[in-house]
């Protein structure tokens, strides 16, 4: 049986950790969580190896394709992705900042860096400031607080 949150994108589908929307007083903003523990590459010459340029792919297909209405009938999406580095989440944004796609859907993957989330995880205790501090991305931070 497929998996309930998998998106069909171009040559797959692409799966997010979670999917979650904000009401921001009657408007809305949803979102695909990556949480990304440096278990990958950023890039790989194999084709069937996983790595963030892959997803990053895929999820962009998504995007640019809108398969995330006809799929999960909700009218907008962006990428939160949280890894464990600041140079791994760096190199990241680079991967978007220099990729063959327009800045509209660049600027819809949001980056934040969380060492808890590393080799030896444990379940943190509640991280307001994933809401309350801006999140980086190619062109200017996004505050999730704020519509």
């Given at each position: 049986m497929e998996h309930p949150l998998a998106l069909p994108c171009g040559d797959g589908a692409i799966t997010p950790d979670q999917l979650f929307g904000i009401d921001y007083g009657g408007r809305y903003r949803f979102f695909a969580l990556e949480a990304d523990r440096k278990t990958e590459t950023i890039v790989s010459t194999k084709a069937i190896s996983k790595s963030f340029a892959n997803k990053l792919k895929r999820y962009v297909y998504a995007l640019d394709h809108q398969t995330y209405r006809d799929v999960w009938g909700i009218p907008s999406l962006s990428v939160l992705v949280v890894t464990v580095t600041?140079?791994?989440?760096?190199?990241m944004i680079q991967q978007l900042e220099f990729g063959e796609w327009d800045d509209r859907i660049a600027n819809r993957?949001?980056?934040?860096?969380k060492p808890q989330f590393g080799k030896y995880w444990t379940v943190p205790?509640?991280?307001?400031?994933?809401?309350?501090?801006?999140?980086?991305r190619v062109g200017t931070p996004l505050n999730l607080c704020k519509p």
């Open positions: 600041e140079a791994h989440m760096r190199t993957f949001l980056f934040k860096t205790d509640v991280m307001t400031d994933l809401l309350m501090t801006p999140w980086e």
